[in-house]
């Protein structure tokens, strides 16, 4: 129990119940040190909220980018059931000669469609960069993917038509060298090399000249 009563100075005095006496005056400074501390753990408060809305915009909240209603599906179905004329200029083959690349690659060289990505629109995306040397980002723009996707499929069927190539590019066999380059000094050096290792050498540049 507290009693209060004024001293011959005016000044508030408490006595509490085991009879010390504290002045007014400390009471108002222990509230205004509570009240620091308080707007101190406000402050505190206040700029770690800041920084986890950062983190969360930055990291974590990602809006839609590629949010076209033409997806690539969409217009490789497009592209492969219009005029025929459409699908040559986009892609450099007919759509006939497509869905058989598509068939060979599934069925004989292990390419996988995806739950996102059938395998139509992976082997149009890896044929569409080729034939228009297009960059990552329009093929992004082309296809509605990011360029992560763009990436790691291109990757996918470029694993898969390295079987196909070793397979339809086979070079002749070099029996016997013709005798234009035979009598001619200027050219025969050149070929003193077994027809082995020329065949393997014509081959790396016919694949070379088909994947870049």
């Known amino acids: 129990m507290q009693q209060a009563y004024a001293d011959n100075n005016g000044d508030n005095m408490e006595i509490n ?55 690539g599906e969409k217009w490789m179905n497009e592209l492969l059931y219009d005029h025929q004329k459409r699908c040559f200029n986009m892609l450099r083959m007919n759509p006939c000669t497509f869905h058989q690349l598509c068939t060979d690659l599934e069925n004989i060289y292990g390419l996988q469609p995806s739950d996102k990505m059938s395998i139509l629109e992976k082997v149009g995306l890896f044929v569409y960069i080729l034939s228009k040397g297009a960059s990552n980002r329009d093929a992004q723009e082309r296809f509605q993917h990011s360029d992560e996707t763009i990436s790691r499929i ?22 016997d060298v013709p005798l234009e380059i035979a009598n001619d000094n200027r050219y025969m050096p050149h070929f003193k090399v077994s027809p082995c290792l020329l065949s393997i050498f014509l ?10």
């Open 154 to 175: 291109f990757r996918e069927v470029l694993d898969a038509m390295e079987g196909f190539c070793k397979d339809m590019l086979k070079p002749p066999e070099f029996k």
């Open 203 to 212: 081959l790396r540049i016919i694949q070379y000249l088909i994947l870049i």
């Open 17 to 71: 119940d085991v009879g010390s006496i504290r002045n007014g005056d400390d009471s108002d400074s222990s509230d205004n040190s509570d009240d620091d501390g308080y707007d101190a753990m406000l402050d505190a408060m206040a700029y770690s909220l800041c920084h986890i809305v950062d983190y969360f915009l930055k990291h974590i909240y990602k809006e839609p980018c590629m949010t076209s209603y033409m997806t």
